[in-house]
C-alpha cells in the first residue's frame, strides 16, 4: 500500500511538474480561470454543493493546462423538539435541541487538462472536454452533544476527475459553461498491520456524479 501511495504522488508531482514546464514554454502568458459552481453525489457521502475554481495556462486554440481546487461541504443536524408555544395572531414557536452534528469537507486538489472544440465557424459556442488528476482530502466531524463526544477524522487518496462539457462566449475574455462530469477517488485512512501481518484501512468512496457551472474569464 505504502509503494502504491509513492506512486500516486510521483504521478501528480509528474503532471504539476509537466503543467509548469508548458507555461515556460509558452511564449505569449495567455491564462484563463474558470470558477464553476454545482453538485457532486459521492458513493458513500450524501450529495451537497461543490465549488471550484481552475487556473489554466493557454497552449493554443484548443488545448489549455492548469491547476484547480475544489470545495466540498455538507452539515447533517439531528435536532429535536422539546416545546412549543402559540402566541397571538396565530404564530406558534418552537423550542429545539441541537443533539448531534456530522459535517463533510472534501478538497480535491488537481492537475487538468482541457480540449476545446469550436460547435461551427457562426456561432460563438464550444464543446469541450476536461480530464484531471491529483490527491484528494476528507475530513469528517462529528457532535455528539448529548454524550459531549466531538471526534475528527481525515482520510486522503489518489484521483481523477473526468467532464464533458458545453462553453459559450459572451464577451471578448468571458464565458459561461455547464457541464456533466465524474469525480474518481477512494480516500483512506489507518492503514496499518493486523495481527496476521495483513494490511488493513478505513476507506470512504467519495466517487460520484457531478453536474456544474460557471463563468471563465480570460482567453477564450
Known amino acids: ?32 480561470t474558470t470558477i464553476k459552481l454545482g453538485m457532486l453525489n459521492p ?34 443536524r439531528e435536532e429535536q423538539m422539546v416545546a412549543t408555544k402559540e ?24 492537475a487538468n487538462i482541457n480540449v476545446k472544440m469550436p460547435i461551427s465557424e457562426y456561432t460563438p459556442a464550444f464543446v469541450y472536454v476536461n480530464g484531471a488528476l491529483g490527491w484528494q482530502m476528507m475530513w469528517n466531524t462529528e457532535n455528539n452533544y448529548g454524550e459531549d463526544k466531538k471526534e475528527s477524522r481525515f482520510y486522503s487518496g489518489f484521483g481523477w476527475m473526468a467532464g464533458v462539457g458545453l462553453m459559450y462566449q459572451v464577451g471578448r475574455r468571458s464565458a459561461i459553461i455547464a457541464e456533466v462530469g465524474y469525480n474518481g477517488c477512494k480516500v483512506s485512512r489507518n492503514r496499518t498491520e493486523n495481527t496476521e501481518g495483513l ?22
Open 87 to 110: 402566541y397571538e395572531m396565530g404564530i406558534n414557536e418552537t423550542t429545539k435541541q441541537l443533539e448531534m452534528e456530522f459535517s463533510s469537507l472534501i478538497l480535491p486538489l488537481m
Open 43 to 76: 458513493k458513500d457521502a450524501k450529495s451537497g454543493f461543490v465549488i471550484g475554481a481552475t487556473y489554466n495556462i493557454i497552449i493554443d486554440e484548443t488545448l489549455d493546462l492548469g491547476l484547480g481546487l475544489d470545495v466540498y461541504r455538507k452539515t447533517y
Open 1 to 32: 500500500m505504502i509503494s502504491k501511495k509513492v506512486t500516486y504522488l510521483a504521478l501528480s508531482l509528474l503532471l504539476a511538474v509537466f503543467v509548469f514546464q508548458a507555461t515556460e514554454a509558452c511564449a505569449q502568458a495567455l491564462h484563463a
Open 199 to 220: 494490511p488493513v484501512w478505513d476507506e470512504i468512496n467519495i466517487s460520484g456524479l457531478m453536474l456544474r457551472a460557471g463563468i471563465r474569464m480570460g482567453i477564450m
